[in-house]
């Protein structure tokens, strides 16, 4: 059984920092792409940050050079560093990792998805 497990969301003023971290457990082989994803009320959930095995990272417009996302392969986790956040960075975000894991029949590779922890950015 494979988990995600978010901590670190809150509330912010405008202008502040946010440090969010992903904790991956469970039987666990392998961690290939890790990402934050973030869904406002009424909107689709988006893309915020990816980052590969090898640690290549990717971001859309609206947070490059605000956003940084990390990894540690040997802890299993995936960290947001957060700066100059807006108003409009405000939802629900949610760690997601593709895992090779260890099953009783051999192993499964799949998506996961976290619980999620909110963000809230006031102006």
């Known amino acids: 059984q494979v988990e995600l497990v978010e901590s670190g969301g809150g509330l912010v003023q405008a202008g502040g920092s946010l440090r969010l971290s992903c904790a991956a457990s469970g039987n666990i082989l392998n961690i290939y792409l890790m990402g934050w994803y973030r869904q406002a009320p009424g909107k689709r959930r988006e893309l915020v940050a990816a980052i590969s095995g090898g640690g290549l990272t990717n971001y859309p417009d609206s947070v490059k050079g605000r956003f940084t996302i990390s990894r540690d392969n040997a802890k299993n986790t995936v960290t947001l560093q957060m700066n100059s956040l807006k108003p409009e960075d405000t939802g629900v975000y949610y760690c997601?990792?593709?895992?090779?894991?260890?099953?009783?029949?051999?192993?499964?590779?799949?998506?996961?998805w976290g619980q999620g922890t909110q963000v809230t950015v006031s102006s």
């Open positions: 997601n990792a593709e895992i090779m894991s260890s099953i009783s029949i051999g192993t499964k590779r799949r998506e996961y």
